[in-house]
């Protein structure tokens, strides 16, 4: 039987730059989640008879919001549910399926690098039939939709087993349960030379990869132990947990830093990486060297082509704003496109559908191609597996000659977390009010040639979505960035990013934060971030 249920709006539910994420407890009063889910439904049309893929990063409240949504995909008449056995699905592999099985679209449940637990953090996104992130337009509906809903839909049924793969049904819905990896381990194979990779390991390459207990582990466990030989106990930390066993899945150098540490000495692996909570984010660390996600796009980008799947050549490269210039280097050398977008992986959508990009990347930590619509952690360890299997030099030696040809860009980004709310939007507040006047002024002893708030202006469909990080933009090429973050879950996140191009071999060496010193020093003379934070120094830095 279908249920409509009476219910009251929440009026918090705006989704942020991946998804609605808020605490457990957020998500558990009552039809919170329902709330959310009947909004998407609305903020939707033509799906009728259609399928729906589902599944999340296996994070606490995964099963129980997968169990409503698919009750309520019945209810609201979806012909199918595609769900990962377990609730299990990587956000790229959640893309992949959208696409493989031309699904209407997709939920997502997960809040990606935060941790997990009763009282942490849990997210619901929705993606679109191309396998990528809702654009703004239905956000917009969504959270429009969530402040006016009265009821939602459900089936009274109860929702099928999902840890046995198979056929089952719900309301009249079929619901296939399926191995969340078997179609993206297959679509790795067609990208990656499996041979090379594989010989590579056989004649003793020795790898770290940690899935730091999420959703990576069962994909990692299969395809570099399982498909490509890799010794066992390449993939640590392999089983997903629900509170991601306390630790936070975020691959930086704060929450990786044993694997960091272990990259450093001198009996290290050949090769370190990590990934996030929901599958989409990764870490790089060489032998003797952290590759800054910025450089990882720019040295991915020019040795694309040593791959199968990228032989013919990269469309164009895009990045995210306050993402390094390195990769502007590399498109210029092709002589190909070269965009630059909002932070978060939506924007990147539009470009990849129309063929103008082929890789993408952010400062973040995430990297991506027109192979999904996400960003795909896996994909990216991958892909530096194959170039290193074909150059045959080690990953150190790599960037070290990418630095030498194109010159090094020095970066560095400053989050200030859990900062109150409003005295980050007074800094920004009072920093836009500036803005127009700082062009010609000097910072210590640095010349500012321009500032704005980024404003993007979509090539393909024309749209355009404003205050999207505010630049200061100084002569000679150097810049700093300000934005608050739209992920997270407790007050306000102030991120700052820092960028010096140096061309000249002889300065590559230096300590990045001491070479960017005088900028971030700038940065704090122009807005104010101690005045106003009451910070004197980072949360993160990395
Ligand atoms: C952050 C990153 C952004 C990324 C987003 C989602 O957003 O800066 O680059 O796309 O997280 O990534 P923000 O608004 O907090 O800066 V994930 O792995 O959390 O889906
Ligand atoms: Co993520």
Same mark, same amino acid.
């Given at each position: 039987?279908?249920?409509?249920?009476?219910?009251?709006?929440?009026?918090?539910?705006?989704?942020?730059?991946?998804g609605?994420?808020k605490?457990?407890?957020?998500?558990?009063?009552?039809?919170?989640?329902?709330?959310?889910?009947?909004?998407?439904?609305?903020?939707?049309?033509?799906?009728?008879?259609?399928?729906?893929?589902?599944?999340?990063?296996?994070?606490?409240?995964?099963?129980e919001?997968?169990?409503?949504?698919?009750?309520?995909?019945?209810?609201?008449?979806?012909?199918?549910?595609?769900?990962?056995?377990?609730?299990?699905?990587?956000?790229?592999?959640?893309?992949?399926?959208?696409?493989?099985?031309?699904?209407?679209?997709?939920?997502?449940?997960?809040?990606?690098?935060?941790?997990?637990g009763?009282?942490?953090?849990?997210?619901?996104?929705?993606?679109?039939?191309?396998?990528?992130?809702?654009?703004?337009?239905?956000?917009?509906?969504?959270?429009?939709?969530?402040?006016?809903?009265?009821?939602?839909?459900?089936?009274?049924?109860?929702?099928?087993?999902?840890d046995?793969?198979?056929?089952?049904?719900?309301?009249?819905?079929?619901?296939?349960?399926?191995?969340?990896?078997?179609?993206?381990?297959?679509?790795?194979?067609?990208l990656?030379?499996?041979d090379?990779?594989?010989a590579?390991?056989?004649?003793?390459?020795?790898?770290?990869?940690? %899935?730091?207990?999420?959703?990576?582990?069962?994909?990692?466990?299969?395809?570099?132990?399982?498909?490509?030989?890799?010794?066992?106990?390449?993939a640590?930390?392999?089983?997903?947990?629900?509170?991601?066993?306390?630790?936070?899945p975020?691959?930086?150098?704060?929450?990786?830093?044993?694997?960091?540490?272990?990259?450093?000495?001198?009996?290290?692996?050949?090769?370190?990486?990590?990934?996030?909570?929901?599958?989409?984010?990764?870490?790089?660390i060489g032998?003797?060297i952290f590759?800054?996600?910025?450089?990882?796009?720019?040295?991915?980008?020019?040795?694309a082509?040593?791959?199968p799947?990228?032989?013919?050549?990269?469309?164009?490269?895009?990045?995210?704003m306050?993402?390094?210039?390195?990769?502007?280097?590399?498109?210029?050398?092709?002589?190909?496109?070269?965009?630059?977008?909002?932070?978060?992986?939506?924007?990147?959508?539009?470009?990849?559908?129309?063929?103008?990009?082929?890789?993408?990347?952010?400062?973040?930590?995430?990297?991506?191609?027109?192979?999904?619509?996400e960003?795909?952690?896996?994909?990216?360890?991958?892909?530096?597996?194959?170039?290193?299997?074909?150059?045959?030099?080690?990953?150190?030696?790599i960037?070290?000659?990418?630095?030498?040809q194109y010159?090094?860009?020095?970066?560095?980004?400053?989050?200030?977390e859990?900062?109150?709310?409003?005295?980050?939007?007074?800094?920004?507040?009072?920093?836009? %009010?500036?803005?127009?006047?700082?062009?010609?002024?000097?910072?210590?002893?640095?010349?500012?040639?321009?500032?704005?708030?980024?404003?993007?202006?979509?090539?393909?469909?024309?749209?355009?979505?404003?205050n999207?990080?505010?630049?200061?933009?100084?002569?000679?090429?150097?810049r700093?960035?300000?934005?608050?973050?739209?992920?997270?879950?407790?007050?306000?996140?102030?991120?700052?990013?820092?960028?010096?191009?140096?061309?000249?071999?002889a300065?590559?060496?230096?300590?990045?934060?001491?070479?960017?010193?005088?900028?971030? %020093?700038?940065?704090?003379?122009?807005?104010?971030?101690?005045?106003?934070?009451g910070?004197?120094?980072?949360?993160?830095?990395?």
């Amino acid at each position: 039987m279908i249920r409509t249920i009476a219910t009251k709006p929440y009026d918090d539910q705006k989704p942020g730059t991946s998804g609605l994420r808020k605490k457990v407890p957020v998500f558990q009063q009552e039809h919170y989640a329902e709330n959310f889910i009947q909004s998407i439904f609305n903020s939707l049309e033509g799906f009728q008879g259609r399928a729906l893929v589902i599944g999340g990063d296996g994070r606490f409240y995964n099963r129980e919001v997968i169990d409503k949504a698919i009750r309520m995909a019945a209810a609201n008449g979806f012909g199918k549910v595609i769900v990962g056995k377990g609730g299990i699905l990587s956000t790229p592999a959640a893309s992949n399926i959208i696409r493989k099985y031309k699904a209407f679209g997709g939920i997502v449940l997960s809040a990606s690098h935060n941790p997990g637990g009763p009282h942490e953090d849990f997210g619901i996104k929705y993606n679109i039939g191309n396998g990528g992130p809702a654009p703004e337009k239905i956000t917009d509906a969504i959270f429009t939709n969530s402040k006016t809903i009265a009821e939602f839909r459900i089936a009274d049924a109860a929702a099928p087993d999902i840890d046995t793969i198979g056929e089952g049904e719900v309301a009249g819905m079929k619901v296939s349960v399926i191995d969340p990896v078997a179609d993206y381990a297959e679509l790795m194979e067609r990208l990656f030379d499996f041979d090379a990779i594989g010989a590579m390991f056989k004649g003793g390459f020795r790898m770290a990869f940690d %899935a730091m207990h999420a959703v990576t582990g069962p994909y990692a466990k299969e395809i570099l132990e399982n498909r490509l030989g890799a010794p066992k106990g390449t993939a640590r930390n392999f089983v997903p947990l629900e509170d991601f066993g306390g630790h936070h899945p975020d691959p930086n150098l704060v929450h990786a830093k044993h694997l960091y540490d272990e990259m450093m000495r001198p009996d290290a692996p050949d090769f370190g990486a990590a990934s996030d909570g929901d599958g989409d984010r990764n870490l790089i660390i060489g032998k003797g060297i952290f590759v800054t996600p910025s450089d990882s796009l720019a040295v991915l980008a020019a040795n694309a082509h040593l791959a199968p799947g990228y032989k013919a050549g990269l469309k164009g490269i895009a990045r995210s704003m306050p993402t390094s210039g390195a990769a502007d280097r590399v498109a210029e050398k092709l002589g190909i496109g070269m965009y630059e977008t909002p932070t978060g992986w939506k924007f990147f959508g539009n470009l990849l559908d129309a063929g103008m990009a082929t890789i993408c990347g952010e400062e973040s930590a995430g990297t991506g191609s027109d192979h999904v619509r996400e960003k795909d952690g896996l994909w990216a360890v991958l892909l530096w597996l194959n170039i290193l299997a074909v150059r045959k030099e080690s990953a150190k030696a790599i960037v070290e000659k990418h630095w030498a040809q194109y010159g090094r860009n020095y970066y560095s980004r400053h989050d200030y977390e859990e900062v109150e709310t409003e005295r980050a939007n007074g800094l920004v507040e009072e920093l836009r %009010a500036k803005l127009s006047t700082l062009a010609g002024t000097e910072a210590r002893g640095m010349k500012i040639a321009a500032a704005d708030d980024f404003a993007y202006h979509d090539p393909v469909d024309g749209s355009v979505s404003k205050n999207q990080g505010i630049r200061i933009l100084f002569e000679g090429g150097s810049r700093v960035v300000l934005r608050l973050s739209g992920t997270g879950t407790s007050g306000a996140t102030l991120r700052l990013y820092v960028e010096r191009y140096e061309p000249d071999p002889a300065r590559h060496g230096l300590d990045t934060q001491a070479a960017l010193a005088d900028l971030i %020093a700038a940065a704090d003379d122009i807005a104010g971030i101690k005045r106003h934070t009451g910070r004197d120094k980072p949360t993160v830095i990395t």
